[in-house]
């Protein structure tokens, strides 16, 4: 067993069953890339600032990059005595420079160390996200524009509403998808803020310069108090509840098109590659994906609640329920990319059956409301037109016929403001046409909308209008 | 029972149970307000359009401005059978003016009006909340004004770890107020986007003018896509993820004024105002508004989960479990107000002890780090120097010693590189004087931090730099 | 405003803000009868043990019922500044019987008299709440009956997987509900504890009899460990977990309910008077009830997660956080017997549509591991018989055709072992009834399963075989 | 890339990153023990119901056996492409016995197993769990035995209370645990039900004997409908609900050993091989142990809501939403478990400090209440003394000095009823001795209770009276 860096007032040993629960190195390895570009960033600044000769300072970055490049190639043993990655690679160091190694933890602590690295880690997957989320918005785009002509129900109580067109649905998912990295990047404020120089929880002795490391790093920003610098998480919080809005947005999403796949609806086919099937029944073609994507956010708002939980009640400043922010956090990651990827490709591959959609906008009486608002301009109060279609509607229904079925002798029984031009209200498509009122299902609103979102993709977020 | 406003269809009348479970007039007769605001420039907008007549459209604001009088007097009697604040209003505006009332639901849909109220709701109290932070971080900085030159003991792992400022430990949560403020105001900009004009789910046949509507009501910008505009709850989430955000930096310093008023810490004592009694102990004192304050951490946090829960795979557009959003923000709102409130009036009237913090100053080894940073500045490797040091604090240990009432001789078993100055390192206020790195613990380090968040404290948050 | 029952030590008045705050009156007069039941339990055994002299017992036994005379009459004005249903009611009682009132605290605390509040309200309500799932249960079976031959599609993935009774479906609820009932009576014998003479933490100096209070209150258990007796909560989160998990069972109908009754499955239609319309939408008939309850399964899991989160790392014994379970026990209480009461009036008042279900049986090839099976009777191995059956699927679905449409040369091309008498396996009909395994939806099994859940629901939960 | 064994339906391949994304090998492949004892099982049934031939049943067991063999040598190779262990197993088999291999899933399906191979494996750890919690009350009993005189004081609100064996307050805790054995208890006979030959979702049309199945592996019941018994996860919620339950304990002892080792406190040391150091500061010894068991507790909490979420409302039967429930499971045992394990060895090594219990009895008033009691034996009515009791506090904390050190003049100001006899109340070991209520801290109330849980830990739960 290597020995701990803290040893020195410690009598007894850690037992085993206690180091294997304490130890984060199994999951903070992770963060080896990070660990080391902030370990050098430091190196540098100690030996700026003089506090460590240039010498050294150059000794432990080359030493730092030699380690880096043993991770990468899968040469470097991971001792699990060590506790944590920090002192894996401090302790590698050592093991290579002799003496020399032994000052790099000058000037800071493992609480500031380690914050700097979850917030490098972080940072860079935010980003990654942003452009996934992309990625989806463009998948999306695409196949509005594919079939930008065709006419669904559009749902409210899952019971058939109002004809709209397919591309105005799927555009409601791209406003959804467009917060979602507005959230993500307005985050980033305060994720890129560098924790390094606040040590333990109290500053340093040693005239260190954070900005330098910060500039180094990337970061535009450097903590302002030294306690809050070791013990804050929001920046985790705030990801795993940006995060949980975004699965919820796909799960929304996975829920329709599983609804939308089964045979009952029909209105889409998942691609085979996307789809998998049934160990007992031959003829099943299942939409796991949606399925596991729709499950999966319960475990990123289950994420969420942990990270809520832990630091509920917390006092200032370290404390090592911190520890647990790591496994949530990657674990939310990891979650949330793969699914926003893995529905970019399964939105890309839908096939889209306009057949089955066009057969669903019978037998709802969808163009209730346009009658409502013909009525309306005819003359009738909204509320009196509201009831009179609402009688015709149940005319009809008693009847077995549409509401483009009935003869305008009948609709006059229960609509006496209707004229013969009411047929031309009844039609879904001039149902469609006539919701041009800005954001509505009408084409040219919809055109306008498409492009709208496919110029904005390819922007910069902070030029977008939000 | 009054007619219900879309019974036309309908055969069987609604069960009084289903009525009773069904109905959100209970609660949301609270946004009564909202409602009649957002009624009042949709009707103005129906008559410059002219959807409806201008005289009409007089006689309709006229009639919403006498119930909301009828409301703010406690006159207005509210019918539990009409389901929903909008119909209990609608319905009376009816039996007002007869005819022209029912003209008011043209080109609407409860779905878009109430996404619009709980929206006024919302944005109104959100930027109430950003003040009263405001307030709790006014409350902070002059407590931590009153005491800057206190020292106490910083903590880690609840173990004293380095002495620190009282005023730097307060300063840690005005960062975290901030962040709090920073967060609510840039999630204003999603929620003040008026969804009126969406109508059901899918714009509407009239020539309606949705962003005169968001205008008239202050917010800038206007919904782009109809079916999101009924179905997205994201400002919701995005709060109630903001305000368990809050409620985690709450409860972290309500544990700590629980602890500091503990007799074992003895560092603060509540204002008698602040805290009770007990019904069998007649010594006792409690800290029941921190500890209701902790405790009410869970509340939040659980209504952020109830949201995601309910928002989980909901298909578009509208779905009647959004009802269920109500509740949940309400309280929310109100448990985050009144928490951030009472906080604000517990620290402006903390009592706080600088004799029990100064006690506590002695027994820890609380300039350990110090020494080690001694060391290093006389030629050790911070690593060596580390272990050197906590030889040393193990034999003061066994002394009962401090380590500033070890010999020099002492010392130099453990630490063959101190001179005498090591003494000068010791010594508790010099630790603090010491700790001059940015954002550290030294005296002009935290009236520098003062300063700037007194000055920030007073400027519109888009002024500061984050 | 009232003296505080434990104002002697104090100097300060409590602010008026913090007495709204920390006021728990508002929602626990709700408890007032049990607190006036225990409190009577409590006299009698002060009287009973020479405590207090037998006639004080008695003026104050009068004394309370007189209270709850007029707390049932509603004259009783409850005081917010009197903090909590104990000290309002104690107070009332010292008000009107003078000095003896003031001796029916001796021997108890707040800490001991609140466990036994919510204890006896809990026990009450989750005995109602079983009856409540025997309702349910009842209205499953007997639509069950009702509808005992109906065939439907059962479903994997929302894919049609093999035809079911639609009986059998029904019944898996009923194991779900059984399982619901069994936790809930479990958990009795750990909320039927009394803790009254645990007092505020350690117990008494009176010589007091727990077990005759206990006895008295139809509780048969006493507590065993004061500290214990005071902060325990558990028999509010296993409540919580039971509800939260039995709101699961019911969003899982509610969304089959829901998806059943849109016009795409259109398996059932709800009763009008289960139903709401659109504001807008005059055909609109809408699944109110199902959506909501499925919506308030996220209220009671975020109550259940508020709970943990209040407790977590709770010391012992009573805090002020303790205060926070009430409202949520109450809105958990609320919610899933309001929850199981209006789905059972759903299901009992369910119109079911068998042409539609056995429309839907067609096109799914359910017949596929009837098929598979059958040609392992004939030898094959199941995986080999599973892939031939998998190629005629495709084969078919290509063609347009049924499986049992297709002729014998067709199948035998992919199942070489196939005979004239597979055509027999292919039936809808034949493929029920010949799922007569244990368990399973053949006629026969789902006959028995009926009558033994019919004998179950009238029987006392211990006489089950669980 | 392995074939699919359901692939006879497909035409396109699975995309590899949808193969990566849906895989649960990575996983479940921990089930494999289970997996084969269910396999098995099953093998023989089909032998035993003359479904396969009973050579070929023994050629499946010998062939599982090795496959069993192999997995615990670590020769088996986990291909990705396999899915899921279910097929890794299967389709290994059929590589070593060809087409006798590929009958073992006769009359079964993939949904079925999976559910009975997580039964299993719960079953299993839920027996060590409770095995786990009969050696943490077991290290609890002992510490309390070896301090059974050692008087602390009790705590209310983190404010001292009144005077209590620290055995009292650990046998607090006994209790807790006791109860979570109860629960986990009571939920295997719902764990322990064995859902094979449930098929798919209806069953079988094979003669299969699903009992004998059962039986062989040990479950005394079998499932009751098969639709259940492939979508019902509720054992998995049951028991992520008693996982809180037990973490919501471990978290508040976790807290007090926190507090207790902080050096305000100095109740207690933890063992050096439970503690870890600074990396930074040199006399830092850190209770992290604890400290990772109390953050914990949001991990395990987020499983449940995690798991919660998952299942609200999902149709019937199987949806691949489910195969999130595993990870969620296994994290909760291994955490768990892993806590209460290493809680029990920290109680079990723990150094109680008396002299420091027993300096912080002074200075809280903590007779208190026992005069009080004195003050009502005189007769005065409970409510008068307490009230004469806290002016007599008020006072004593102005004089700085504690009750017993007032003289009895001093005291009859405020308590006219006192007589010399009083101070006798005022003592410390007094007030303990008098609380000989039941449940109470009074010396022979807790070697009863002690006695009482060294027996029960050797029982077997079903004899212990709860």
Redo the contacts between chains.
Sequence with gaps: MAQ????????????Q??ED??SSLSFDRRLARQDIAGSIAHARMLAQQGIIDPAEGDRIVAGLTEIRREIEAGEFEFDPAL?DI??AI?SRL?ARLG?????????????DQVALDVRLYLAEEVEGLIADLAGLRLAGVRLAHLHQNVIMP???????????LFA??L??????WR?DQ??LD?SL??TKVSPL????????????D??AVAAELGFP????????????R?FI??FA?HA??I??HL??L???L??W?????GFVAL???????????????????P??I??????V????????????????????????DK??LFDTVDTVR?SV??MA?LVENLTVRPEAMAA?LH????T??????YL?TKGA????A?????????FA?GQGKELWELSLTEILQFAPGAEPDVFDWLSIEN??A?????????PE?VAE?LE?AEAEIGLNLHEQD?
Excluded: C
């Design positions: 701990k860096p803290w040893s020195g007032r410690f009598e007894g040993k850690t037992d069953s206690v629960f304490t506790e920090h002192m401090e050592t003496e020399v190694g032994k000052k790099l933890h000058t000037a800071r602590s493992r609480n559009g749902y409210t109580h899952l019971q058939r509403a109002q004809p709209i105005h649905h555009l409601a998912y791209d406003e959804m917060r507005m959230r307005e404020s305060r120089g606040a040590a333990a929880l109290a500053g340093t002795t040693f005239p260190i954070p900005a920003r450097v903590f302002r108090n030294s306690l809050d610098a070791v013990s804050d929001d919080l705030e509840a949980s809005i699965m919820v799960s929304r996975a829920e329709e599983i609804l796949s089964a045979s009952e609806f691609p085979d590659a996307y789809a998998t099937g049934s160990s007992i029944m031959p003829q099943k073609k299942n939409p796991d994906v399925e596991l729709r499950g999966k956010t319960g475990r708002a289950g994420h969420l609640m942990g990270l809520l939980m832990i630091l509920k009640g917390l006092p200032l400043a370290y404390n090592r329920d911190l520890q647990e496994e949530h793969a990827t893995l490709g669903a037998g709802g009486f969808l209730a409301t346009d009658m409502a608002d309306v109060p909204f509320r009196t509201h009831e009179q279609v609402g009688n015709t509607v149940r229904e149902s469609v006539r919701r041009r009122s800005p954001g509505g299902t009408a609103r909308a709208r939000i």
